[in-house]
């Protein structure tokens, strides 16, 4: 089987976590949907991070090692950012917490948007909208909106309640945004189903005992 055909997850109720959980394992072998460039392609195409017209000039302006160099600043952006993140799950930011994020901000000051004037549809309470619109002139572009998503992770997201799955062997990481914040899997579906099956083994063991 050919586990890169696997679909992307999004599990973690904020995009700047499900980045962190573009690789993971979701049977047996671990997968990183990012391992490459057309892999980052895909990976911002399932996440809604760039449009898809904007992806398909990037595709054919950059060459297929342009792609897989910018994938591969993508992993290392990625993986320094779970360390800030798994050092910080479960506690409340603090100022001092800026200091690290200098490259996060290194990033972002390179970033090329403007502004634009829209017209709203008949619905709207006004005629004109704001909105600020990115212009994709180049690979390193593809980076911007994933940068995007971590720095509003730090900035608007209750660090208290970002927490790792309880899975034995599972990698992934999510926002409890449950009312009673009792989440304790990446999903009830996969990880909370393995639980389930293993401690109803585990009594049928204890009462074969018995």
Not at 65 to 72: G, N, T, Y
Request: proline share 5%; with cysteine.
């Amino acid at each position: 089987m050919d586990y890169r055909q696997i679909p992307a997850m999004f599990l973690a109720d904020a995009p700047g976590l499900d980045f962190l959980n573009s690789i993971a394992t979701p049977v047996d072998v671990p997968v990183d949907w990012i391992s490459d460039g057309e892999g980052l392609l895909s990976w911002l195409d399932q996440a809604g991070m760039v449009p898809p017209d904007a992806l398909a000039s990037i595709r054919s302006r950059a060459t297929p090692a342009e792609l897989d160099e910018i994938a591969a600043k993508a992993r290392e952006l990625r993986e320094w950012f779970r360390g800030y993140v798994k050092k910080r799950k479960g506690h409340a930011l603090a100022a001092s917490d800026l200091r690290e994020l200098g490259p996060l901000n290194a990033l972002l000051a390179r970033d090329e948007q403007h502004g634009e004037i829209v017209a709203n549809g008949p619905d709207g309470a006004t005629a004109f909208s704001f909105r600020t619109v990115r212009r994709w002139q180049s690979a390193e572009s593809l980076l911007m909106p994933i940068a995007e998503a971590l720095a509003k992770l730090v900035c608007e997201e209750d660090f208290t309640q970002v927490k790792a799955c309880e899975g034995p062997t599972c990698t992934l990481l999510f926002a409890d945004h449950t009312r009673g914040h009792a989440r304790r899997w990446c999903s009830m579906a996969v990880c909370g189903n393995r639980a389930k099956v293993a401690a109803h083994r585990a009594r049928l063991k204890e009462k074969n005992r018995d």
